[in-house]
Each structure stands twice: as C-alpha cells, then as structure tokens.
C-alpha cells in the first residue's frame, strides 16, 4: 500500500502558475555593467535561490546612459539630500537619477515583485552605509545610494535587502521568508479578496507572525475579528500595511522559543512524559544557541503530523519556505 507524500507546507497559499519574482542589481547575476566593466556575481543568488525565483535585474547607472566602463560616480553631501556627480568631469546626475527611479519604481510595482536585492556600497544601488563624501575630502558610512532610497520610499511594503547582508544567516532567512510571505499575500489578492480567506490566511500565519512580533500579531488579531465594522477595501489595505510591518521586526531566539513552547501546548495532551520532555529539552538547546532552529520545529511537525493536530499541520511557520534552502538549519 502505497503513502501520498504531502504537498510542502509552503506551497499551500502559493500559485504554481505565478513566479515569485525578486528585482536584483543587474551586476549581481554576472552582468558586466560595473563602472570598470565588471560584474559582481554572487553565486548564492544565481545558483541556490534563483532555483526558486525569476529575477528581474536592473542597472540604474546604464539605464540613465552611462556607458561600460564609465568612470566612477559617489554621493556628496548637500544640505537635506545628497548629490550624485562624477568627479573626473564634474557632472551632477542626481536629477537624472531621481526621474528614472521614480518612473522605474512605478513601471515595476505595475508588474509587481516579492523582493529586491541590492549591491551594497552602490552610490545608486547602496541601501545603507555607502560612502558620503564631505567638501574636506572626507567620507562618512552615512549614505543611502540615489535609486535605493527612492525604491524604499515609494514600495514601503517591499522586502529590500542587500547581498553582501544576505551572508548573515538571520538576516537571509529573515527576508526570504519575508518574500514567501508577500508571494502567499499576493496570491490571495489575485485569487480574489474576501473575509472568509483572509481569516484563513491570518489563521496560517498566526505563529510566523508571533515569531516575529507579538504586539503586531495581536493587532492583527483585534483587525480580523472586527472586520464587520470596516468596509472591505479598508480592512485589507490595513491588514497589509500591518501584516508587511510585522514581518519587518526581525526574529531572535528568544521569540522563537516563546513560539515553539506555544506550539508544544497543542501537543501536550498527545504525548508521553518523555516525549514531552525531549520537546522541552530540545527548545532549550535551541535557545543556547547549541542546535539549529530546523531541530526542534522537527520534532514539532513530527508529532503534528502523528497525531494530526490541524492547527499545528496548517501553521505555516513550520515550513515558511522550501527546505531545499535549508535556511532553518543555519540559525
């Protein structure tokens, strides 16, 4: 007699017919648009995730007609915004660069995407911590690069990250689960928005959102149950702003923990003494730091699925994302 292997867990608000798109930093998949003819391939993005997501890339600097190679372009600071100028010739090209990210922003939320990734350092592309220049000729970590900022201004709801921040393990689940996320939210809009589906995709959520932030997860909660007070446009414009606001707080293992011993408790009428103090034993290691996050939500899955305990089988913090990614195992 044969067992059906069930459909992963994250598929489950997914649709296969929809690509989970992320825009990305042209020079990041291998293309040669960098100021000295290079690229900045990044292996992880092409090779392990891309598996999973088509990429859209962009490069600020060629789309605005710089050439390749070109010489270098940085961020001067200028009263409230900085500058963008090429000092071998002198030529500001903030205004330049402000119009194209502002018509390059709405042309791809026409499109949508689930996430971008960012070169870091960038005076076009930098998130965070590029290079400012002063008039003395000094230079500060105080920049955010002209085409960044602008992307992050105008798509709040956006999950932005950079690569080389993406080598922190925290960090790179942390924003891959953020693009599963808003993959399921946008599915759920294209299926067609109604009350019924947002309290199941909240149910879902539950326990990834607590892991996240627990005062968001309540608010959220008081949102759904008074969703016969508020028109629909209304309750699901707030319930993204809050759902992408929750998903913005970063995970710890103090959060964590506090989310595993919550799922135990659906369990402990299932269980013997000792399988209840394994569970227990394994969440403490895991807050210590001496195993992985994947053990003890290992084990959890195990006896949800035993013991079929709906709530736990259907809560998607136990399988955010593909395990092929084996995110879990390194946080």
Same mark, same amino acid.
């Given at each position: 007699?044969?067992?059906?292997?069930?459909?992963?867990?994250?598929?489950?608000? *997914?649709?296969?017919?929809?690509?989970?798109?992320?825009?990305?930093?042209?020079?990041?998949?291998?293309?040669?648009? @960098?100021?000295?003819?290079?690229? /900045?391939?990044?292996?992880?993005?092409?090779?392990?995730?891309?598996?999973?997501?088509?990429?859209?890339?962009?490069?600020?600097?060629?789309?605005?007609?710089?050439?390749?190679?070109?010489?270098?372009?940085?961020?001067?600071? #200028?009263?409230?915004?900085?500058? $963008?100028?090429?000092?071998?010739?002198?030529?500001? $090209?903030?205004?330049?660069?402000?119009?194209?990210?502002?018509?390059?922003?709405?042309?791809? @939320?026409?499109?949508?995407?689930?996430?971008?990734?960012?070169?870091?350092?960038?005076?076009?592309?930098?998130?965070?911590?590029?290079?400012?220049?002063?008039?003395?000729?000094?230079?500060?970590?105080?920049?955010?690069?002209?085409?960044?900022?602008?992307?992050?201004? !105008?798509?709040? *709801?956006?999950?932005? &990250? +950079?690569?080389?921040?993406?080598?922190?393990?925290?960090?790179? &689940?942390?924003?891959?689960?953020?693009? =599963?996320?808003?993959?399921?939210?946008?599915?759920?809009?294209?299926?067609?928005?109604?009350?019924? !589906?947002?309290?199941? =995709?909240?149910?879902? *959520?539950?326990?990834?959102?607590?892991?996240?932030?627990?005062?968001?997860?309540?608010?959220?909660?008081?949102?759904?149950?008074?969703?016969?007070? $508020?028109?629909? @446009?209304?309750?699901?414009?707030?319930?993204?702003?809050?759902?992408?606001?929750?998903?913005?707080?970063?995970?710890?293992?103090?959060?964590?923990?506090?989310?595993?011993? *919550?799922?135990?408790?659906?369990?402990?009428?299932? $269980?013997?003494? =000792?399988?209840?103090?394994?569970?227990?034993?394994?969440?403490?290691?895991? !807050? /210590?730091?001496?195993?992985?996050?994947?053990?003890?939500?290992?084990?959890?899955?195990?006896? #949800?699925?035993?013991?079929?305990?709906?709530?736990?089988?259907?809560?998607?913090?136990? +399988?955010?994302?593909? /395990?092929?990614?084996?995110?879990?195992?390194?946080?």
């Amino acid at each position: 007699m044969s067992t059906m292997i069930p459909e992963p867990l994250w598929r489950q608000w *997914h649709d296969e017919t929809s690509e989970i798109r992320l825009g990305i930093s042209s020079c990041l998949l291998g293309q040669k648009v @960098r100021f000295d003819g290079g690229h /900045k391939h990044d292996r992880y993005l092409t090779d392990v995730l891309g598996r999973w997501v088509s990429w859209v890339p962009v490069c600020p600097e060629v789309d605005i007609g710089l050439g390749t190679p070109r010489p270098a372009i940085r961020l001067e600071a #200028a009263g409230a915004q900085p500058r $963008l100028v090429m000092p071998s010739t002198g030529d500001d $090209l903030t205004e330049r660069m402000q119009r194209y990210a502002a018509a390059k922003v709405d042309e791809l @939320r026409h499109g949508d995407l689930d996430g971008y990734v960012l070169k870091r350092a960038s005076p076009s592309c930098g998130m965070e911590r590029v290079r400012l220049w002063g008039d003395d000729g000094s230079a500060t970590r105080k920049g955010v690069g002209i085409y960044a900022r602008i992307l992050m201004e !105008r798509w709040p *709801h956006l999950p932005v &990250e +950079e690569e080389g921040r993406l080598n922190d393990p925290v960090l790179r &689940e942390n924003f891959i689960e953020r693009v =599963f996320c808003r993959h399921r939210w946008r599915t759920l809009v294209r299926r067609g928005l109604d009350r019924g !589906r947002l309290v199941e =995709f909240h149910t879902a *959520h539950k326990l990834l959102l607590r892991s996240h932030n627990e005062a968001a997860y309540r608010r959220l909660g008081r949102l759904v149950a008074s969703a016969g007070t $508020l028109a629909d @446009r209304e309750l699901f414009r707030r319930y993204e702003d809050e759902f992408h606001h929750a998903l913005g707080s970063k995970t710890t293992a103090k959060r964590h923990a506090n989310v595993l011993y *919550h799922a135990l408790g659906f369990l402990k009428k299932h $269980l013997t003494g =000792f399988e209840k103090q394994e569970a227990v034993g394994l969440i403490e290691d895991y !807050r /210590k730091e001496i195993v992985p996050l994947v053990v003890p939500i290992t084990l959890l899955r195990h006896h #949800a699925a035993k013991h079929r305990v709906a709530y736990l089988q259907h809560q998607l913090y136990l +399988e955010p994302h593909p /395990k092929e990614l084996m995110l879990r195992n390194r946080v």
